[in-house]
């Protein structure tokens, strides 16, 4: 089952993307991977990092932000997945953008919403669970660097179609801002839910 991760309107995203993710066969053990598939699920970690860093991190999830950042970087809102994935939110209660390279490209999804706003990248191909999680780890400690108040909130594993995962969740503190930052992804290198999320806190 799919955590709950506690915050206005992020439980309801994460919750859609792992239906999607869990509708499209995402979410399962992956068999023996070559080396090659093991470097290209590294450098996957790579990509979902590289775009959250850009599109939601710098952003600080803010949704006009996000959707200029998308639009002047050739993303398009028009792929099957992420028409699929827009129709998920909204039966959630949630409204915004579900982005992706292009029509027919969908290794990734760009998700950004308002009221609060939230952003996150999803990863649809295997990907090197421990190195997405490090890759978070990094850029907290980048924040931690820049005199922002970071604490780890929640560390969990589970199972979601017989795949374990793990979940991170950490709260930053900026000023009067507040954000919650999370990633989930497999234990190992595989095949599942992979996301990078943020969000802004009520305050």
Not at 131 to 141: C, F, H, Y
Request: glycine fraction near 10%; charged fraction near 20%.
């Amino acid at each position: 089952m799919t955590p709950f991760v506690r915050g206005v309107g992020v439980g309801l995203w994460l919750a859609a993307a792992a239906a999607h993710a869990q509708a499209q066969g995402l979410a399962r053990v992956a068999d023996q991977l070559t080396p090659q598939a093991r470097a290209a699920a590294r450098v996957h970690a790579q990509d979902v990092t590289d775009i959250f860093r850009e599109a939601c991190f710098a952003s600080r999830s803010d949704p006009e932000a996000v959707a200029d950042w998308a639009l002047n970087n050739g993303f398009v809102t028009s792929s099957a997945a992420g028409r699929e994935l827009a129709g998920q939110l909204l039966k959630r209660g949630e409204q915004g953008n579900v982005f992706s390279r292009g029509p027919g490209d969908e290794g990734l999804l760009l998700v950004s919403t308002a009221g609060p706003s939230n952003c996150l990248v999803m990863g649809l191909q295997a990907v090197d669970g421990p190195r997405l999680r490090g890759r978070m780890e990094a850029l907290i400690t980048e924040w931690t660097q820049a005199r922002t108040v970071v604490e780890p909130t929640a560390s969990k594993d589970f199972d979601e179609s017989g795949l374990r995962h793990r979940t991170l969740t950490f709260l930053a503190v900026s000023g009067n801002d507040r954000y919650r930052l999370m990633v989930i992804s497999p234990l190992g290198v595989a095949r599942g839910i992979a996301i990078m999320g943020m969000s802004v806190e009520p305050r």
